[in-house]
């Protein structure tokens, strides 16, 4: 075999392959020497081995996804070269369009090139583990309707294990508290209630193992029982039942286990699944069972957490308080949080300068799943939101102002969870195998009536999940549920306020309500079936900014804007920024230029406009789009 045979096999030209057997130790004359096919074969292997290496330990630090541009000088190329040799391979794109980490991989091969992802300093602190796992305490939250004893047990535990000595007398609500029993220790949220609960897991908060369902025995299971049982099960935490007020005359445990056992949730000692205790919170009978039985259930979840990384941590409340600061009451994930430690927590940083418990004391370290309250943040967090440990006031710094910038940036673009009308695309790209519904009814037999239709909409691609089902009016519940979920919720008859529509329009949940049940049907069925028509499709055509604002007797409130980027088009739907946040979605009703009545104005110009919002004010922004629909394509 001749050696340009070989290099045209190789992919190479015959140069190039002189030169690399050189550096093999092979010298060969020129392209047209010839080797035996054993030699080609290890030349081969040789070759390839030589820009496997070459590729390793060419290294270039990037972030993902990266624009064509931005690869093109990583990789030291010029845009224009790098755009001429994509299309060569038949890739096309455009300068400024990003590209996701595999699709840069591929280029970056062709030019022999490694890329390594480069973390922020948050995401470098966050992927340091060590593998030294050691047992941690769980953390335990009370859930169930009002009055049915939460606050109470949660009072019985704490006073019942805590000894006089220890407390003397003082004890301090601070949102979490932990107690010491002979065979472990448990720690407790103070706040209890399914709102608060799933509101941290919408901030990425999943610190609960344990949840205790609170039903009261002589009122037995009530609507907001179910929606805390299904807020339960979404997350994923183990259940225990506790059904309180066994001390009163008109109790009836066993009609809980019969309600229970209805929806699904069987007590274990009638041959089920779920594990229950009877309990009294004002005789105290039963509670040490309850704590046993945690106890328990923690052993077999084999709860562990990595004891020798810095500490990260959750807020659980924080308040300001008057002369000492901000107080921010923290329950430890991982590592070992102390005194003097520099952190960053939401966009508020600090160093440490106190850490007490909830009997006052004060601590110079807090271990994993203890709780403690500690001060030095330099403003006060949301409870939900992360503490991570750095290693000093630079490193905090840096992450607050990139976390800023990117805060600033998400605020422009809403947040969007799944829609009816994507969910063929993404059960197409295979990241969805499940519609999750909450589903909101007038009544208890239509509620059931629906639910029994939509059931049977599932597909053999997709199946329809109905998470949390209920009578009544949505809710902002039902909304995080989703939110944390990823489900869209549906309302039959029911009414959705204002104030939980704007909740889901922020949060970006589909949220939809009918009053006819064979529309609901079939918009379910559609967007299984990847049917469901029309898809709406945004385009940004522009933005404006008002500079000042006037009324015109006959038109109305009118903007005195500049179009700042692109252009602004009569009837155009709009966007109404103020202080990064939509305030108002409209369309473009007048567009004035002086005096006339225009079609367009393009970017640099002024012009007047009414989207007749009339609260609309100077400095506000105004975005607008096209929008186009797509009718689907019938399979
Ligand atoms: P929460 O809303 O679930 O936190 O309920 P609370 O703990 O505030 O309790 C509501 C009411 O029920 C209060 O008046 C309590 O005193 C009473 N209560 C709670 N647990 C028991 C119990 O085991 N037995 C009796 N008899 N009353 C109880």
Known sequence: MRIHELAKELNIDSKELIEKLKLLNFPVKNHMSSVDKDTADIIKHEVGELDRKEIEENVIEVSFPITIKDMAVKLGKKSSQLLSDLIKKGKFFNINQSIDEKCA?????????????????????????????EKRAPVVTLMGHIDHGKTSILDCIRKSKISDKEAGGITQHIGAYQVS????????????????????????ADVTDIVIIVIAADDGIKPQTVEAIDHAKASGASIIVAINKIDRPNSNADMVKQQLSKMDMSPEDWGGKTITVNVSAKTGEGIDDLLDLIILQSDIMELKADYKRSAIGVVVEARLSKGRG???????????????????????????????????????????????????????????EQ?????????????????????????????????????????????????KIILKADVGGTLEAVEGALNKISTEEVKVNIIHKGVGSVNS?????????DSIVVGFKVSIDAQVRELSRRKGIETRSYQIVYELIDDVKGAVEGLLTPHVKRTFLGRAKVKTVFKLSRAGIIAGSVVEKGKIKRGSICNLFR??????????????????????????LECGIDIGFDKIKEDDIIDTFDEETIARKLK
């Open 105 to 133: 991989r591929e280029i970056a091969y062709d030019y022999k090139v490694n890329l390594k992802e480069k973390l922020s300093k948050e995401e470098e602190i966050l992927k340091v583990e060590s593998k030294n796992l």
């Open 579 to 604: 202080d990064n946040e939509v305030i108002f979605e409209g369309k473009v009703q007048t567009l004035k230029r002086f005096k006339d009545d225009v079609r367009e104005v393009t970017e640099g």
């Open 387 to 435: 503490l991570l440990v750095v290693t000093d006031e630079k490193n905090a710094r840096e992450i607050i102002s990139k976390r800023k910038d990117e805060e600033t940036r998400n605020k422009l673009v809403p947040k969007t969870h799944l829609k009816l009308e994507d969910l063929y695309k993404k059960v197409q790209e295979e990241d969805l195998k499940q519609l």
């Open 477 to 485: 519940s039902d909304i995080l549920l989703a939110e944390v979920t």
């Open 326 to 384: 901000s107080l921010a009451t923290i329950l430890v994930k991982e590592g070992i949080l102390k005194t003097g430690d520099w952190c960053v927590c939401g966009l508020y940083s600090g160093k440490i300068r106190a850490i007490h418990d909830d009997r006052k004391k004060i601590l110079k370290e807090v271990l994993p799943a203890h709780p403690a309250e500690i001060l030095g943040l330099n403003g006060v967090p949301n409870p939900g």
């Open 181 to 204: 029993l002979d065979k472990g220790k448990i720690t407790f949220i103070d706040t209890p209630g399914h709102e608060t609960f799933t509101a941290m897991r919408a901030r990425g």
